[in-house]
Structures are given as structure tokens and as C-alpha cells.
């Protein structure tokens, strides 16, 4: 079994920052592509960033500029860094991770979800 834990969300003033961080533990092989997903009321989740285990990159049009993800695979952990918040970036943001349970066995994981909400 795979846990994802989320931390770092919370309330931050439009034109603030915040910074997300995602550990997995458990028993796996390796961890392929980590990202970061978030979803707000009544809207669809949607994929806002993920990086690959070689640090390949990809951003949603709405947060490229302001988002930078990042990972340690030393320690099994995605971040996020958000600038420039705007009040349409208030979601639950989710941590994503593609896992090699073994070498034949891959899955895909979820963190319980972190509430980022940005007031104007």
C-alpha cells in the first residue's frame, strides 16, 4: 500500500504565494510521473502540474508562469510553488503519483486533498 500526505495549503491573499508539498510512503519500486491536480466547487478536476521522474515538466495553460512543481526522489516528494495567486486558483488540490508497485505492477495514487482558498 502507497500513502500520499499533503501538506501546505491554507488562505493566502490574491497576489500571495504557497507552497504544497506531497511524501509518498509505503512499499514500491520507483514513483514514474508525480502531479498535482486540483479541483473547485462544482468543476471538474483538473490537472494543474506534473513533473516526470527525470524532471520533464508540464503546466496547465491557467497557472504557467506562476506555478513551479518540483520533486525529490531521494525522498519521494512532489512540491508545488504558486505565485501570484488569484481568487480562481481556491480548490482542493490534489497529489497525483504513477507507482511501480514491483516491476510488472503499476498504479496510480491519490493524496486525501489539501484546501488552497484565495481571497480577494
Known amino acids: 500500500q502507497v500513502q500520499l500526505v499533503e501538506s501546505g495549503g491554507g488562505l493566502v491573499q490574491a497576489g500571495g504565494s504557497l507552497g504544497l508539498s506531497c511524501a509518498a510512503s509505503?512499499?514500491?519500486?520507483?514513483?514514474?510521473?508525480m502531479a498535482w491536480y486540483r479541483q473547485a466547487p462544482g468543476k471538474q478536476r483538473e490537472l494543474v502540474a506534473e513533473i516526470t521522474s527525470d524532471g520533464s515538466t508540464k503546466y496547465a495553460d491557467s497557472v504557467k508562469g506562476r506555478c513551479t512543481i518540483s520533486r525529490d526522489n531521494a525522498k519521494n516528494t512532489v512540491y508545488l510553488r504558486m505565485d501570484s495567486l488569484k481568487p480562481d486558483d481556491t480548490a482542493v488540490y490534489y497529489c497525483?503519483?504513477?507507482?511501480?508497485?514491483?516491476?510488472?505492477?503499476?498504479?496510480?495514487?491519490w493524496g486525501q486533498g489539501t484546501q488552497v482558498t484565495v481571497s480577494s
Open positions: 509505503g512499499r514500491f519500486v520507483s514513483i514514474k510521473t
Open positions: 497525483n503519483a504513477d507507482v511501480n508497485l514491483t516491476w510488472y505492477q503499476r498504479t496510480v495514487y
